[in-house]
Nanobody
């Protein structure tokens, strides 16, 4: 069982930056692909980025256009999401998730954090 805890959400102005962290409870953290999803009100949960176990490969949704950066520190059991040039449409609850597969489907991720709210004002 892997427990994930997100932190770092909050309020930002359009054009600003926020950093999110996802801390895991287990040393087996390095065995998992980690992804960040987000869910805006009235919308489906969408994958925005993911990172391989070693951190050697990443994937980003096209909509991010280079504004977000995912990274991980397996020694600290933590994954980071650096968000810049924020837009009001980035407003959502952001979730980190751990899974065994390299997948964009939420169904592939067995472990989820509780989510952290990101609100971007115009």
């Amino acid at each position: 069982q892997v427990q994930l805890v997100e932190s770092g959400g909050g309020l930002a102005q359009a054009g600003g930056s926020l950093s999110l962290s996802c801390a895991a409870s287990e040393r087996t953290f390095s065995m998992f692909t980690i992804a960040w999803f987000r869910q805006a009100p009235g919308k489906e949960r969408e994958l925005i980025t993911r990172i391989t176990r070693s951190g050697g490969m990443t994937y980003y949704a096209d909509s991010l256009k280079g504004r977000f950066t995912i990274s991980r520190d397996n020694a600290k059991n933590t994954v980071y999401l650096q968000m810049s040039s924020l837009k009001p449409e980035d407003t959502a609850v952001y979730y980190c998730a751990a899974g065994q597969l390299w997948s964009s489907s939420a169904k592939s991720y067995a472990y989820w954090g509780q989510g952290t709210q990101v609100t971007v004002s115009s």
